[in-house]
Every structure is written in C-alpha cells, then in structure tokens.
C-alpha cells in the first residue's frame, strides 16, 4: 500500500519555523516528514528540536549532501535523531553536484557511484554492526559504534538515473527520487532498482517519490509555481540529464520555458484535488512506496499559512 508524507516547504533560519509543519504530521493523515537539504539549520538538528518541543513523527532526509559530512558523523546523527523521534528515521543522502563538490572538496569525486558505494558501507556497517574496518578511496573509517535500542533507520539515496538507481538496489533501504515524472519511474527507476537489488541477492529498496504540486485556483500562475519550485534544479546538468530522458527539454537560458516543459511533462502537478489525485495514482501505480507532497512553490509565494492549507487539504484528499 502506497502511503503519502509532506515535505516541508521552508529551510528554515530558526528550528522553531518547522514547527507548524510538525504538528501537521502529527495529528494528519500524513506518514512522515520530510526536509531537505538546508544551507543554515542542519535538517537532523531541525528534525530533533521538533521532537524535544513533543512533535514526535516519524522523518526523512530527502537528500542530505555527502560531501557535508563523514559517513561517522551521518551514522551518529541518524541514530540520534531516532532515539530523540521515537520514531523511524530515512537518513537520504546524495553526492550532489559536481560544482558543489567542487566548492566543498576542493575537487568532485572522481567516481560518484563509488563514493556513494562507500559511504553506504561505513553507515551501515557502523548503525548495524557497531564496528567498521574500512579503507577506501574517498572515505577512511576504523572505529566502532555503539549497538543501542532505537527505532529503525533506512539509509536512502537520492536518485535520479539508472546507474544509481542499480547501485541503490544493491545497497540502500530507500531510493529517492526528486522531480522524476511517474512514466520514469514506472520505466526508469523501479527496473534498475529491481535489477541491482537481483545482482545482491537482497530485496529490491523502497521507492520514494518527492512530487512538487499545487491545487489550482483562478488568481494562480502554474508556470510561476512550477519556476519557484524547481528553476534551482533544472540548471543543474544531472537534473537537466533526467529529464531529458523523461522527454522533458529544459535549458539554462530559459527558465519559464522550463517550468512550462515540467508541467507539460507532469513533472510538476497542476490540478484541483481529483486531477491531482489521479496523477498521483499514477505515481503509486508507477511502483512508488511512499509519495512525498512537496508544494515549495506555494510556500513561496503565498506563505506559510497557504502552504500549511495546501498540505492539509491534499492529506486529507489522498492520504486515506
């Protein structure tokens, strides 16, 4: 059975601004919260003032950046986050771009499927069997963990083409997809996932969908919603390669022609609740495990209260 989460629209500048949002996934009809990668508050810290402040939900990090932290420090957060939560953590991380390795690392990872492979390897030889002995080429880890009682952690990863999507089915608990258009998933995604966890010898990962959407309404823009939400990753070449083979052009020098090709793409969803919840469907029918409603465009334009309604109204449409 496919379940419905939220993502949190706002990186917040102070955790107490996730607030609202937490309480939401508290007492809705939704599964889990999730938040992205923030380049002020760090989401774990967020995720964990929410549960000190009694906003115990179960969380996903969809997708945290690798190159911001070792593979110790994203264990020992992970776990922490579990404990302070009570609940099940999905600890999603990714490479990122080339360029942001690049500013972070002095130079981008000569292989991303590589370091993905080993930063999977020292999390989860340290959150499952407290020790690790590992010596590679992007990350070095020789220590222990200590093996302590906590609801479970899912090590995700974000995922946008075939050969992560493999790797993802040979190492993750979770595949995580941003912006990918349900026919992909369907015909992309869900096989290479299938196909890597095969190779393994392991169950093939859960699939998780993060869907940016908004309800329609006559003084709304959907080009302008879709922009908001999305310009920031269509300028990016893995997103750019993606989608280009979802069949979705995008360009770098046109960035409302881009928000234009999303919705004709049904990358971005437009529609009042029965439209957006058949396209959804299509995403459950796609393979999708749990579908993540993402309405960052709302938020910012209109602003918390609206994108608050906005998650309240969709829960309450699809989430049953």
Not at 183 to 204: F, K, M, N, S, W
């Amino acid at each position: 059975m496919t379940t419905y989460s939220f993502l949190a629209p706002i990186a917040p500048h102070r955790p107490e601004q996730l607030l609202p949002y937490a309480a939401l996934a508290q007492w809705s009809e939704a599964h889990r919260m999730w938040q992205g990668q923030a380049v002020v508050n760090d989401p774990f810290q967020d995720f964990t003032h929410a549960a000190a402040c009694g906003f115990r939900v179960p969380t996903g990090t969809g997708v945290t950046l690798m190159p911001l932290r070792h593979p110790y420090q994203a264990a020992i957060q992970a776990h922490s986050l579990a404990v302070a939560s009570g609940h099940p953590v999905v600890a999603g991380f990714g490479p990122g771009s080339a360029a942001f390795q690049h500013s972070v690392l002095g130079a981008p990872y000569r292989s991303q499927l590589g370091a993905v492979r080993e930063y999977v390897t020292v999390m989860r030889a340290l959150l499952e069997e407290g020790e690790v002995d590992h010596v590679g080429e992007y990350f070095t880890c020789r220590s222990q963990f200590a093996v302590l009682p906590r609801p479970p952690v899912e090590i995700g990863l974000g995922v946008l083409r075939p050969r992560m999507a493999r790797l993802a089915g040979e190492v993750a608990d979770t595949a995580i997809t941003w912006l990918t258009p349900a026919p992909y998933v369907r015909d992309v995604v869900v096989p290479a996932l299938a196909e890597g966890a095969a190779a393994a010898g392991r169950p093939t990962p859960r699939t998780v969908v993060i869907v940016p959407l908004a309800l329609a309404a006559d003084d709304r823009d959907p080009v302008e919603l879709a922009a908001l939400s999305n310009t920031s990753h269509t300028m990016l070449p893995h997103y750019a390669d993606m989608l280009r083979r979802s069949g979705i052009e995008t360009s770098i020098e046109n960035p409302r022609g881009n928000a234009e090709a999303l919705l004709a793409g049904r990358a971005f969803l437009y529609g009042d609740k029965a439209e957006l919840g058949a396209r959804l469907q299509e995403f459950a029918a796609a393979g999708a495990d749990e579908i993540v409603l993402n309405v960052t465009g709302v938020h910012m334009r209109y602003g918390e209260r609206a994108s608050l309604r906005e998650l309240e109204l969709l829960l309450g449409a699809v989430a049953r």
